[in-house]
């Protein structure tokens, strides 16, 4: 059994739960059929396997090195990096005209899952890549998709998005990077970024930096913020690189985890020659980032499902293996020991990092399943649905993951006892390194404002709309199955009070109690978050019965009956936590509000 993630799992989710097969009816990926699809998954395993996953521990061990002059990464990096490029991979998602593989979103995201398993700070040059490049297709000029994309696609250059600056951190509209325009339309960059991903290494011939600034004039906030290319080495009109930028590296940041992957402080226009290049217009800078941040702030939360799910087969199969102890009723001293999965309490610490796991990747394969219906159908009602609904879950898809992926790597290292503290076994670096994502690409409090101050009443409040109106269809038809109906009923009363929380909520937005309402948004992030999830179980639990559980196949039978399970878990435990804190929600509680800094 693969170590990275459940095979059947996966399939299960790509097959049955988000109907991949159907992708072929878009007119997109009409030549695209299972056994294709197949193909290029087994490919992406394969690679995962082979190239980045024997290097994770190395790569955390010997981290880059600056010696003041140029940065060094171990060569198992640089090997990884380029059978990833030979693929196609970093050209998935586009079209065969722009030399892409026009993957669909699903089946791209379920292909990086192997890699976000296997070395997740390797991984982060060619994602981090692919959504630069996305973003100068999309917004970019002909000559900048001209210049950069064909090198980025092919592996030649890497790309980066600078945002953070040392005294601004996630409040970009404080950011003080300038921008002074040229005679000649370029602009000269002056500033200094920091905990930029990738921001140096020896990998590629070239590095592209997605930059925020400030060009001349700019009002103030986020609305005088633009975006510019900054390469690392400028180009030749033929494309051919030509000499150094003036970006300079002011020193590598040293991690608690993700400690393969560059972490820089970046200096641009040192003297005063950094060339930079308008992307788009003036002054547009943060919405074409967000395309950026948006796809960044996906792959965050499927990186954190994946490093979850990692550490949960770790554990899983140590605790098949290794035999201690006896059970409650059995008192016999000569009797021998049982593996410790046999045990209420190890099974209980699976059984959380199952439903977590599990229910995060389905939850990231649920975005890029409503990314394909958005862009097959941008103009038509369902496709505007999708996006709608896109874009009130992104929040969540990135918070859910990156919360419960490290308390599920911590229930890991738990099951492994002394084992799990130690690096012989990867748990501990599964842990180090998921800490990272409730921090970065905006944290669990920033994606919880998005969601309860804004996203959430976008449109009217449209994407609530369409949220609950696919959780009613999940439970009308789980609730026709037998097995399903006590945890139907249990989720449907639950929900009652959710929508209530949620119009009490919008109405003390709506008067004014800004500042009230949204004290608690961390809570309803993780709230709110529980229910969807909660829902996912449902629908697959359903799925897995309607699929496997008539099956002469005991394996089948034992994978329906571990979703069932798994299900009742979230339902019978998650559900009512979150529950529980419905009342200080509808409260305005100001517990934490009220506290006054000099009581601390």
């Known amino acids: ?98 030399g892409g593989m026009q993957l669909p979103a699903l089946i791209n995201m379920a292909c990086n899952a192997y890699f976000m398993s296997a070395n997740p700070a390797t991984a982060a040059y060619p994602f981090l890549t692919s959504a630069a490049a996305n973003l100068i297709q999309a917004f970019g000029t002909d000559q900048q998709r001209r210049l950069y994309l064909k090198p980025m696609f092919s592996g030649r250059f890497a790309g980066t998005m600078a945002l953070t600056e040392p005294d601004v951190g996630s409040a970009l509209g404080d950011l003080s990077t300038k921008a002074l325009p040229q005679p000649d ?82 200096s641009f226009g040192e003297r005063d020659d950094c060339h930079g290049y308008l992307v788009g217009e003036r002054n547009q800078g943060l919405k074409y980032m967000f395309k950026m941040m948006n796809e960044a702030r996906v792959g965050v939360g499927l990186g954190a499902a994946m490093i979850g799910y990692r550490g949960y087969l770790e554990s899983l199969a140590y605790a098949k293996d290794r035999p201690q102890g006896r059970l409650p009723d059995d008192k016999n001293p000569q009797s021998k020991p ?3 999965i046999e045990h209420a309490d190890v099974k209980r610490m699976l059984l959380k990092q199952k439903a977590w796991v599990e229910g995060s990747l389905a939850l990231c394969l649920l975005a890029a399943r409503l990314i394909d219906e958005h862009e097959e159908g941008a103009d038509t009602d369902r496709g505007t649905d999708a996006g709608i609904l896109l874009d009130l879950l992104t929040p969540i898809v990135k918070s859910y993951p990156s919360w419960y992926g490290p308390k599920a790597n911590d229930l890991a290292i738990q099951v492994l006892g002394g084992a799990g503290y130690i690096r012989e076994y990867p748990v501990e670096q599964c842990y180090r390194d998921n800490r990272l994502n409730p921090i970065h690409e905006g944290t669990h409090g920033i994606q919880s404002l998005d969601l309860l101050g804004r996203k959430l009443w976008q449109h009217n409040g449209k994407g609530q709309k369409l949220l609950f109106e696919r959780i009613q269809k999940t439970l009308l038809e789980a609730g026709k199955r037998q097995e399903l109906s006590e945890l139907v009923a249990t989720y449907q009363t639950a929900l009652k009070p959710f929508m209530h929380t949620l119009l009490t909520l919008g109405e003390a937005l709506g008067q004014g109690k800004v500042s009230e309402a949204l004290a ?81």
Not at 46 to 67: C, G, T, V, W
Not at 568 to 573: K, P, Q, S, T, V
Request: proline share 3%; with cysteine; glycine share 6%.
């Open 1 to 98: 059994m693969s170590r990275l993630v459940s095979q059947q799992d996966l399939e299960f989710l790509l097959y049955q739960v988000f109907s991949a097969e159907q992708l072929k009816e878009y007119s997109c990926y009409q030549d695209y059929d299972r056994e294709t699809f197949d193909s290029i998954l087994a490919t992406a395993r394969s690679i995962a396997e082979q190239h980045f996953l024997p290097h994770n521990a190395k790569a955390d061990a010997n981290e880059p090195r600056f010696d003041g002059e140029r940065v060094t990464t171990i060569d198992e990096v640089k090997v990884a990096w380029q059978k990833y490029a030979e693929s196609g991979l970093l050209a998935a998602r586009h079209s065969e005209a722009d």
């Open 520 to 600: 608690n948004s961390a809570v309803f992030l993780d709230v709110m978050s529980n229910y969807v999830v909660g829902w996912l179980w449902l629908e697959m639990a359903d799925k897995a019965l309607a699929t496997f559980g008539d099956s002469p196949d005991q394996t089948q039978q034992d994978f329906a009956a571990g979703k069932l399970q798994a299900a009742r878990y979230f339902i019978r435990w998650e559900i009512p936590r979150a529950r529980a804190q419905l009342h200080q929600l509808n409260e305005l509680d100001n517990t934490w509000l009220a506290m006054q800094s000099e009581w601390f």
């Open 185 to 266: 339309g370029s602009y000269r960059i002056k500033g200094q970024k920091m905990y930029i991903s990738g921001g140096d290494q020896d990998i590629t011939e070239n590095i592209v930096h997605l930059v925020l600034a400030r060009a001349g004039g700019a009002p103030a906030g986020v609305k005088g913020i633009s975006l510019f290319i900054v390469p690392k080495f400028r180009l030749h009109d033929d494309g051919s690189v030509a000499e150094r930028n003036d970006v300079q590296l002011a020193g590598l940041l040293h991690k608690m985890g993700y400690r393969g992957t560059t972490s820089t402080v970046l």
């Open 338 to 340: 049982v593996p410790i």
